[in-house]
């Protein structure tokens, strides 16, 4: 059905170009918001609709100025900080406990697999406010609510489950007696993992870890209940900025977290090829 | 075979060192195990402190009432036997009580956390507490305390106050469970609240239906893409999915941020609609702030969801079969529905099943662009948290949507089969 065969009738043709309109319809819906707020970003006024200079592409009509704005805003700059402060933290803490788990749970002798993997993956399970509001009753429990580290404990517990099950994906196509044989030849448990199993679920690890640092990079709820105002991340300044006073600036920020997104996915579809290159031997 | 031989007494076959193979290798298969255990360990640990703990507090919260017989400790031992049947209001000896307890709760600045507790139950409570507190170290306990109470405040006659603190005696309440799905827990037994009281019921509602429409959206939107890329060749599929994997991977409040400002009033929308006089100038629609711009917005943000599980398990369903129910005779509407779509039902699962349950969670997007009449419960939990700071209540809405999404996986491993669902 890729083309229309060659006997195809009216009906099918009618038929065919019908689905790719609807379908074209679709993807515009999918990504015409995305696409239309870059070029309003530029805007040179504080409208947020094009301009009849806009639309005739004069070059006044477009400016950097939302983009300085965002670069020397304090209040803009302190969250782009406080977002890579807590972040990669986050990322790097689900990562090394997820990683560890998740081997331990791709080995067959695990016991209560089930059971266990529910609850690792729960975080992912629960709704976000639900995780976040018992989070916040909790950590005011024991008395860490409003600090940095509750905000980073709270976001590596969300992105672990995305670590798990990326590298137990990876790892269900792991040739167990590539262990063996490394040990066999005399590494230790320590040495294999480093130069055997490490380069093989590496791919799976890394995207592990982009999925856990963009859980915590986009995250709002959760660092909004158990984070304090000096933990404000950029997605938390900008649904302040979006619930009280407007700006083009907030398109700025979302121009770049477009741009971010592109990146990560670039590495991510590089990392699937690579991995599925080694998987099956050959260049994908 | 060096390292074992068989034992010429027993016929076992022995290790190395001589202890029989078979216990051996129940070692090794222990130790195995154990090192398996001992890698999960770290994580299990730490989700059970940092996750599991804070939900099993907040469903504790939920019905934890320890604060009131904390503090009125002896009150909540005598009244149990008054009976607001005989006598409107309880005798000296828990009046007496009463004041013992609020003169230690001044004291230690606890009686105006009862009286608010209590305040959720009985409006009013609250100011009482707080101005019988300011005036308990004038009383004298020397005299009956119960003339004294009511020369204060006539309040302290009122049958009600006292119910109320009569029911709420106990360490565990379902007060605010009752609260949250609108009731009263009356002398009368447990009945509705007036009809202009309520609104946790509405709001429970509100966030189902609309889940179900998005879901039910999203469906009807992933089905025609993902089949249109499962059909196509690799090459333009891989090309038409970075369409999906775009918006999925871009910031949620990025996303947000865009419908924002294309649904406004003077947002590109209506601009291109009122240029193309599909409306009047004077006439520009009211696209945001109501129940229509949550929908929009969250269909578009959950979309992606559908999407790939949908196509995950489309790939993999060989075209010969359609292509033989054709060649058997089959109309193409027969081949699709009777071969076709029934394979896809796993993807279907799983995606709706996703969808809904993300969407009946969701806070930011209906708070952003769902004004009064789009937002969700989502709002309600998070106002009583930050806002109100009635946790209790916050607690009970926030297990009733837990035991809500739990219900839903439970139908569907009914249903479907939890194991049937995919990530991408």
Redesign the interface.
């Known amino acids: 059905m890729a083309g229309l065969p060659p006997y195809a009738n009216l009906g099918n043709h009618l038929w065919f170009y019908t689905f790719r309109t609807i379908c074209f319809l679709i993807f515009f819906f999918l990504i015409f918001p995305i696409l239309v707020i870059i070029p309003l970003s530029f805007n040179a006024q504080q409208l947020f609709t094009f301009t009849t200079d806009m639309l005739m592409l004069k070059p006044s009509a477009y400016s950097f100025m939302h983009y300085e704005d965002f670069l020397t805003n304090s209040d803009w700059q302190r969250a782009l900080r406080n977002s890579f402060r807590i972040a990669p933290v986050a990322t790097i803490l689900s990562v090394t406990l997820g990683t560890i788990a998740a081997i331990g749970l791709s080995s067959p002798k695990m016991p209560f697999r089930k059971a266990v993997t529910a609850v690792l993956i729960s975080p992912m399970i629960v709704p976000l406010i639900i995780s976040a509001a018992g989070m916040y009753f909790f950590y005011s429990k024991i008395g860490i609510s409003g600090t940095y580290w509750a905000v980073i404990l709270a976001h590596a517990a969300l992105g672990t489950p995305f670590v798990i099950i990326t590298i137990t994906a990876t790892l269900a196509g792991f040739d167990q007696s590539l262990v063996r044989a490394a040990a066999n030849m005399g590494a230790g448990p320590i040495r294999t993992f480093f130069s055997v199993q490490m380069p093989l679920i590496l791919p799976g690890v890394i995207s592990g870890g982009l999925f856990a640092f963009i859980t915590s990079f986009d995250e709002v709820v959760v660092v909004k209940f158990v984070g304090s105002p000096a933990e404000v991340t950029l997605p938390w300044q900008m649904f302040t900025g979006l619930r009280e006073q407007i700006s083009l600036t907030i398109l700025a920020v979302a121009t770049i977290m477009v741009a971010i997104s592109i990146c990560l996915l670039i590495t991510l579809e590089i990392l699937r090829r690579r991995s599925e290159a080694m998987r099956t031997g050959r260049p994908g | 075979m060096s390292d074992q031989e068989l034992s010429p007494s027993t016929g076992l076959v022995l290790a190395a060192d001589g202890t029989p193979l078979k216990t051996k290798l129940r070692q090794a298969?222990r130790a195995?195990?154990l090192?398996?255990?001992?890698?999960?360990?770290?994580?299990?640990l730490?989700?059970?402190v940092?996750?599991?703990?804070?939900?099993f507090?907040?469903l504790y919260?939920s019905v934890d009432n320890q604060l009131v017989p904390d503090v009125l400790a002896n009150t909540s031992k005598v009244i149990g036997d008054w009976d607001a049947s005989k006598t409107d209001t309880p005798d000296e000896a828990v009046f007496r009580a009463f004041a013992e307890d609020l003169l230690v709760a001044t004291k230690a600045r606890q009686h105006t956390r009862v009286g608010s507790r209590l305040n959720y139950e009985t409006a009013g409570i609250s100011s009482l507490f707080r101005k019988t507190g300011r005036q308990i170290k004038k009383f004298d306990f020397d005299q009956p305390l119960k003339p004294q109470f009511l020369a204060m405040d006539d309040k302290w006659g009122e049958t009600e106050i006292w119910q109320t603190i009569k029911r709420f005696s106990g360490s565990l309440t379902m007060g605010y469970y009752y609260a949250a799905l609108d009731l009263k827990n009356t002398a009368d037994g447990v009945e509705m609240l007036p009809e202009n009281q309520r609104q946790y019921l509405m709001l429970f509602w509100r966030t189902l239906w609309m889940s179900m429409l998005i879901t039910g959206l999203c469906f009807s939107?992933a089905f025609?893409?993902a089949y249109?890329l499962a059909?196509?060749?690799m090459k333009s599929s891989n090309l038409?999915m970075?369409?999906?994997?775009?918006?999925f991977?871009?910031?949620?409040?990025?996303?947000?941020?865009?419908?924002?400002?294309?649904l406004?009033r003077?947002?590109?929308i209506n601009?291109t609609l009122v240029f193309l006089r599909l409306v009047p100038a004077d006439g520009r629609l009211e696209l945001i702030n109501n129940s229509f711009g949550t929908i929009v917005a969250m269909t578009?943000i959950l979309?992606?969801f559908m999407i790939m599980p949908l196509f995950s398990v489309m790939r993999t369903i060989p075209?010969s079969y359609v292509r033989a129910a054709r060649s058997l005779g089959a109309t193409e509407f027969t081949s699709f529905w009777r071969i076709y779509f029934p394979q896809t039902i796993s993807g279907i699962g799983a995606g709706c099943i996703l969808v809904f349950?993300?969407a009946?969670?969701?806070?930011?997007t209906p708070?952003?662009v769902g004004g009064r009449t789009g937002v969700f419960i989502?709002s309600r939990?998070?106002y009583h948290?930050?806002s109100s700071l009635n946790?209790g209540l916050?607690?009970a809405l926030?297990s009733l949507?837990?035991i809500g999404?739990l219900v839903v996986?439970w139908l569907y491993d009914r249903i479907v089969g939890i194991d049937n669902v995919k990530?991408g």
């Open positions: 298969e195995q195990r090192r398996a255990a001992m890698l999960v360990a770290p994580l299990l730490f989700i059970l940092t996750f599991v703990s804070p939900i507090d907040m919260r939107l025609p893409v249109l059909i196509l060749p038409l970075i369409l999906v994997l775009l918006p991977w871009t910031s949620l409040l990025a996303r947000t941020s865009a419908w924002k400002v294309l406004q003077e947002g590109v601009d578009h979309l992606p075209p349950i993300l009946i969670g969701y806070y930011i708070e952003l989502s939990i998070a948290v930050l946790w916050a607690a926030g949507l837990l999404v996986y990530l």
